[in-house]
């Protein structure tokens, strides 16, 4: 339901992505140029962030469904180890910039796995009181 712990987890989760495209998108000239990536390697970042922020929103809106909803966070959590595998292998200069990002989606993942750990606390539950009818 809308208000259980794990949609406030979503929605940190959703707010930390749309302001991780905010900042890549709008202040590219100020953030980016630190990282000294070339333009095809912004867009994969870019790319991965809306698909990790598609998959949040989406996994928000299946609230009814929990089962669904722990796979689409599972799909998500291995999207961000993914994406951060492929920012530390690839990063070759360290910051406050590089480490900001690196936190938010380690934040993001923490959150994700909360997520599921209080979605399948819900279904135990749910599956006790159906035991005891």
Do not use: P, V
Request: proline share 0%.
């Amino acid at each position: 339901m809308l208000y259980r712990i794990q949609t406030l987890y979503l929605l940190i989760s959703i707010f930390i992505y749309s302001i991780l495209i905010y900042f890549l998108c709008t202040l590219n000239k100020n953030i980016m140029d630190f990282f000294e990536w070339n333009f095809s390697f912004k867009k994969t970042i870019l790319i991965f962030i809306i698909i990790c922020l598609f998959l949040s929103i989406l996994s928000f809106f299946l609230f009814h469904q929990k089962k669904l909803q722990i796979f689409f966070n599972k799909i998500n959590i291995l999207t961000n180890t993914i994406h951060e595998g492929f920012l530390f292998f690839s990063c070759s200069q360290w910051n406050k910039y590089t480490l900001i990002i690196f936190l938010f989606f380690i934040l993001c993942i923490c959150l994700l796995y909360l997520t599921n750990k209080a979605i399948k606390k819900d279904i135990e539950l749910i599956n006790s009181i159906n035991r005891i009818r």
